[in-house]
């Protein structure tokens, strides 16, 4: 990205995202594949799913930014920073694991409501007295 000069663009961040949504998706689908019932079953497989991706990228980020210059490297991407002033680098990752928490647990919770039905009879009464249908 920083050949292309296109390190600065926002809608880098996107890009990302959709890979978070389509490794959370698959994880799900793979789940339903398996029969593994139960919303908050798959609601925590989904965000841990997405956790990973986040701690794995986090780690990759340090060894990078390490390597181009640690706190030299990430002056340059301060301005974007969602919390401002002046971060370490291992401030700066605290930061990006802080979005990336709250990033997966909104796509794992938003991906859950797409699949709640396939996934659990949630909107389904299981009370004997209600002779409810499947």
């Not at 908050?40 to 930014?65: G, K, R």
């Not at 920073?81 to 700066?92: A, C, K, R, T, V």
């Not at 997966?104 to 009370?127: G, H, P, R």
Request: avoid cysteine.
């Amino acid at each position: 990205m920083e050949v292309l000069g296109i390190t600065e663009q926002v809608y880098l961040r996107l890009i990302n995202f959709i890979f978070v949504i389509y490794g959370v998706n698959r994880t799900i689908k793979q789940d339903y594949k398996d029969r593994i019932k139960g919303y908050f079953t798959n609601l925590t497989s989904a965000f841990l799913t997405a956790m990973v991706s986040v701690v794995l990228s986090l780690v990759s980020f340090i060894i990078y930014a390490e390597i181009r210059g640690g706190e030299a490297y990430i002056d340059g991407y301060i301005e974007s920073f969602i919390f401002g002033g002046d971060p370490s680098l291992y401030q700066f990752v605290m930061g990006l694991f802080l979005e990336g928490s709250a990033a997966s647990l909104i796509v794992a919770f938003a991906m859950m409501q797409y699949w709640k039905n396939k996934v659990d009879a949630v909107n389904v009464v299981d009370d004997i007295n209600h002779n409810h249908p499947e």
